[in-house]
């Protein structure tokens, strides 16, 4: 059986930004900056994607396509050694942890996207939210959501992700573009604006470490790093793309749809609840956000058609990530257990059904997967898999990234090798150490 591919250039960049734009930009980033002094966290973010995020997304994109297999069959060919298949298979345990969850919130933006339809919580969104967000209903939600992956994750590489993805993100984008058009035009919206973007230098000082640890989660989040969904999703490349062109062009595109939604949230936060004193500022738990804007299209002219488009965009924006994630697991058992596709999601969709229902019934299990567990699992994946490309591939790895029609960006090749075998893992292990410290009780940051 010949292994799957895509069928154009475009389909697999748009693949890629499918995968990267998805919660982490409409939801965890608006939630993350409002969290960390507005501005000031969005410097040190943009910084990050720079600095780590596209060198790291280099780095699995070499990974794949040098060995055309799933995150685990990638390390151990490359490298003949099950000790680095083992780094490769946490990858693939990390992406059914990290759906357990994503199906779980995706089934709640499922739910306010139908309940925008019939204005069900135009009554009362603070308690709407409080009914649906855990127990049974939740499940429900959550086993639609996984239902929907599933779907596009049995149509396969071509048919499935590819065809869908092509048509969902440039939706996203337009309703995006409209959506900000009209929020930041609203009374009010100035406020919101110069939260978003006047740089606040004095609270970076006085918050630095906390900023930093932040913005590096959620670099990683966004670009979909340190699950090996980048490594999978190279795997379906042939040698004809540059990959450091194409790489920089997804981490542009990702940044550019999380910076726009910012656009859309600050200004509405802010015109309607005039400062953000809510439960999106306090960091009133994951579903803050939703509370705010549900309870901000409440209160404006054609809110529910508001809330149908915005709704429906993260809906989209979160299926293409959600069969990012399934497609990890799913390669991984077609190419290691030669288990069929139709039979591989179907057993993982099985698994996920369960523990996201788990999730989905345990708010304090949620919590901790979502955030975490999370963070400590990207961290060190993403650690790994820098690890292994500096010290493992070496120079093939140069020779990987150098492939495919010339660009600028090529000549880069041995710098990128350097940093990703010095300085980046260094700042992710000690990313790591801070954040595992702090998860034991201890502050070294005072
Ligand atoms: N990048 C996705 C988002 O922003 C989340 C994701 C993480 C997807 C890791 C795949 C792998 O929502």
């Not at 054609?302 to 990890?328: C, D, H």
């Amino acid at each position: 059986m010949t292994r799957e591919s895509w069928r154009t250039r475009l389909g697999f960049i748009l693949a890629a930004v499918g995968s990267a734009v998805g919660l982490g930009n409409v939801w965890r980033f608006p939630w993350m900056t409002a969290e960390n002094g507005g501005s000031a966290f969005l410097v040190v973010y943009l910084a990050i994607i720079l600095l780590i995020g596209v060198p790291g997304l280099l780095a699995e994109f070499v990974i794949g396509r040098r060995s055309q297999r799933n995150p685990a069959g990638a390390l151990f060919r490359l490298s003949g050694s099950k000790s680095w298949g083992a780094v490769g298979l946490f990858g693939v345990v990390t992406a059914v942890v990290l759906l357990s969850f994503y199906s779980v919130v995706g089934g709640w933006i499922l739910r306010y996207f139908l309940a925008s339809f019939t204005g069900g919580y135009f009554g009362s969104p603070g308690a709407y939210f409080g009914s649906i967000n855990f127990g049974l209903p939740a499940v429900g939600f959550h086993v639609a959501f996984l239902g929907l992956t599933s779907l596009v994750v049995l149509g396969g590489v071509r048919d499935g992700i590819e065809k869908a993805t092509k048509v969902m993100m440039p939706a996203i984008v337009v309703l995006l573009v409209a959506l900000a058009a009209w929020a930041t035009t609203r009374t009010g919206a100035d406020a919101g604006l110069s939260f978003y973007l006047d740089f606040d230098a004095a609270y970076l000082r006085a918050n630095f470490f906390d900023v930093l640890g932040a913005a590096a989660g959620q670099a990683l989040f966004t670009l979909s790093l340190g699950v090996g969904t980048m490594i999978t999703y190279a795997s379906y490349l042939g040698d004809d793309h540059n990959l450091a062109f194409d790489g920089s062009i997804i981490a542009v595109l990702n940044t550019g749809v999380g910076v726009l939604a910012g656009f859309v949230v600050f200004p509405l936060l802010f015109a309607t609840v005039g400062e953000l004193t809510g439960p999106a500022a306090s960091g009133g738990g994951p579903g803050a956000l939703f509370v705010s804007l549900a309870g901000a299209f409440t209160q404006v002219p054609f809110g529910q058609v508001l809330a149908i488009a915005f709704f429906g965009v993260i809906v989209l924006a979160a299926l293409s990530s959600s069969i990012s994630m399934l497609e990890i697991p799913v390669a991984y058992l077609v190419d290691e257990h030669d288990l069929e596709r139709r039979t591989a999601t179907g057993a993982l969709a099985g698994l996920v059904l369960l523990t996201g229902s788990a999730n989905a019934l345990n708010p304090a299990l949620f919590d901790f997967v979502a955030s975490t567990l999370v963070d400590l699992m990207l961290t060190a994946g993403l650690a790994g898999f820098l690890v292994f490309v500096g010290w493992v591939l070496g120079k093939d790895a140069v020779a990987e990234f150098s492939t495919g029609a010339g660009s600028r960006v090529q000549s880069l090749g041995p710098a990128w090798l350097w940093s990703v075998r010095t300085i980046l893992p260094l700042f992710l292990l000690g990313t790591l150490a801070v954040n595992l410290l702090a998860l034991a009780g201890v502050s070294i940051l005072g």
